[in-house]
């Protein structure tokens, strides 16, 4: 059973960090591309980051260039994202996801709750 569990969400001011943590479980987490994804009160689930398998490719969103990094450790089956310079438009519900294989996400945390204030 695929269990994917987000923590180290909060509440930060504008221009400060927070590193979210995604401990996988139920899968062969190594083999499997990871994304983060998130989603604003009254907007759509957006992407934010997904990186290789290997952890040697990364992509991101534009809002997200320059100041997010997405990084995995394959031992701990954990992915993390480390969020610097945050804006208050970057608040929302943050989820962590798995690859299919096909290049689709079809599995997802439950997500963990990130607010910026001014």
């Known amino acids: 059973q695929v269990q994917l569990v987000e923590s180290g969400g909060g509440l930060v001011q504008a221009g400060g960090s927070l590193r979210l943590a995604c401990a996988a479980s139920?899968?062969?987490?190594?083999?499997?591309?990871m994304g983060w994804f998130r989603q604003a009160p009254g907007k759509e689930r957006e992407f934010v980051a997904s990186?290789?398998?290997?952890?040697?490719?990364?992509s991101y969103a534009d809002s997200a260039k320059g100041r997010f990094t997405i990084s995995r450790d394959n031992a701990k089956n954990t992915v993390y994202l480390q969020m610097n310079s945050l804006k208050v438009e970057d608040t929302a519900v943050y989820y962590c996801?798995?690859?299919?294989?096909?290049?689709?996400?079809?599995?997802w945390g439950q997500g963990t709750q990130v607010t910026v204030s001014s």
């Open positions: 139920g899968f062969t987490f190594g083999n499997r591309i």
């Open positions: 996801a798995k690859d299919n294989g096909a290049s689709e996400y079809d599995s």
């Open positions: 990186i290789s398998r290997s952890g040697t490719r990364t």
